[in-house]
T-cell receptor, first 109, second 119 residues
Framework: AQRVTQPEKLLSVFKGAPVELKCNYS??????LFWYVQYSRQRLQLLLR??SRESIKGFTADLNKGETSFHLKKPFAQEEDSAMYYC???????????FGAGTRLTVKP | EAGVAQSPRYKIIEKRQSVAFWCNPI?????LYWYQQILGQGPKLLIQ????????DSQLPKDRFSAERLKGVDSTLKIQPAKLEDSAVYLC?????????????????FGPGTRLTVL
């Protein structure tokens, strides 16, 4: 069964501090992993995905198949990073996306 | 390009009433998705269309929920009759296709959602 777990519902850091949003998954196969973000009063949008290996807005995420994790990291958080973050996975051969419950990140000045 | 459009944005109904939501995907996107997002949870996929055919509706409560995409463009999601536990945000998303030949799942683009309150 596909499952995505985000253990922290809320995460608060100060501006300039490092931030890590945790994501663990269970899936019997090779999934594609995603991070979606929803800023206040905006739509849910893709932040980054594993296959792209990109850094978006200073965020990176590393897939650890041994620990089945896909944690999102940023070395220096900014106030504009405050948002709701969702980890998601989809099988590589279809787009049956499963989302975690989300982590609300607040970056304090 | 214009994004995914949804209407209405808000709807309040009483239990046992019927309700319908409309979605217009990004032009040229073959795949369309409906999600249900209950407060405090992540989006849950209800149904996936490829053009006008259903790809996956395994999580759609078919006793009360129905969806169609007759001409392969716009889609409607209906609840009949509604229950209190149907209160949620209903999100529509679209992607160019479900998956590419070598690139895995295509990015899904989301609409603003319809917030349904069942009293």
């Amino acid at each position: 069964a596909q499952r995505v777990t985000q253990p922290e519902k809320l995460l608060s850091v100060f501006k300039g501090a490092p931030v890590e949003l945790k994501c663990n998954y269970s899936y019997s196969g090779s999934p594609e992993l995603f991070w979606y973000v929803q800023y206040s009063r905006q739509r849910l949008q893709l932040l980054l995905r594993h296959i792209s290996r990109e850094s978006i807005k200073g965020f990176t995420a590393d897939l650890n198949k041994g620990e089945t994790s896909f944690h999102l990291k940023k070395p220096f958080a900014q106030e504009e990073d405050s948002a709701m973050y969702y980890c998601a996975l989809a099988p590589y051969n279809n787009n049956d996306m499963r989302f975690g419950a989300g982590t609300r990140l607040t970056v304090k000045p | 390009e214009a994004g995914v459009a949804q209407s209405p944005r808000y709807k309040i109904i009483e239990k046992r009433q019927s309700v319908a939501f409309w979605c217009n995907p990004i032009s040229g996107h073959a795949t369309l998705y409906w999600y249900q997002q209950i407060l405090g949870q992540g989006p849950k996929l209800l149904i996936q269309f490829q053009n006008n055919g259903v790809v996956d509706d395994s999580q759609l409560p078919k006793d009360r929920f129905s969806a169609e995409r007759l001409k392969g463009v716009d889609s409607t999601l209906k609840i009949q009759p509604a229950k209190l536990e149907d209160s949620a945000v209903y999100l529509c998303a679209s992607s160019f296709r479900a998956t590419g030949l070598a690139g895995g799942p295509y990015e899904q683009f989301f609409g603003p959602g319809t917030r349904l309150t069942v009293l």
